[in-house]
């Protein structure tokens, strides 16, 4: 690894290849696969602290409505009174996450119904968990961070494409560059 660019992209290389990686697009594509993978048995962290979450009360009622979804998905929530909810277990992986935000958004997308909800089709609410908890574009990464991104890109050989459908990964072999700068 080279580094980063814009605290948006990793820059990497090896003897003949250079790597230009979206880490946001990137990172939502690991979590996303790893929700796919691990669904129905994921790792849940109990919060030390657990999260009230405001809601509108026909969110709420969706929430309820597809509990045992959201528990597979490694979210379990309770009522809190008549516009909120509680938080109290997330996946072990979103420890660091917004889960306000997450759980917010996900409780919105089932309150409108526009997304069909069975065990079968919901890559719906693995992106929108993935999207928000991913690595941000133009937020500072630790060398650290950007050099686990790059191993987990390696070790699970994800697809070239975030769940939006935007690349990932824009690679140029040596010659493509030698051909840029006219030394070809």
């Known amino acids: 690894m080279v580094g980063e660019l814009f ?4 820059l990497a290389c090896t003897e003949d290849r250079f790597f230009l990686v979206d880490k946001h697009a990137a990172h ?3 979590l996303f696969e790893r929700l796919k993978r691990e669904y129905r048995q994921i790792a849940r962290q109990i919060l030390l602290e657990p999260v009230a979450v405001t809601l509108a009360p026909e969110e709420i009622s969706a929430v309820l409505e597809h509990r045992e979804l959201l528990q597979n ?3 379990i929530a309770e009522e809190l009174g008549v516009s909120a909810m509680v938080v109290r ?3 072990s992986f979103l420890q660091n996450c917004d889960i306000a ?3 917010e958004e996900v409780a919105s997308n089932l309150a409108k119904g526009e997304q069909e909800v069975s065990a079968s089709h919901i890559d719906w609410l693995f992106n929108s968990i993935a999207c928000r908890a991913a690595i941000k574009g133009g937020n500072r990464s630790t060398q650290y961070e950007l050099q686990q991104l790059m191993e987990d890109i390696y070790r699970y050989d994800i697809v070239k ?3 939006h459908g935007r690349p990932i990964v824009i690679e140029q072999t040596k010659k ?3 051909k840029l700068f006219g030394r070809l």
């Open 73 to 75: 998905a490694g979210f």
């Open 7 to 10: 605290h948006t992209y990793i």
């Open 161 to 163: 494409y975030c769940p």
């Open 176 to 178: 493509d560059i030698e």
């Open 28 to 30: 939502e594509r690991i």
């Open 89 to 91: 277990e997330i996946p």
């Open 101 to 103: 935000g997450i759980f």
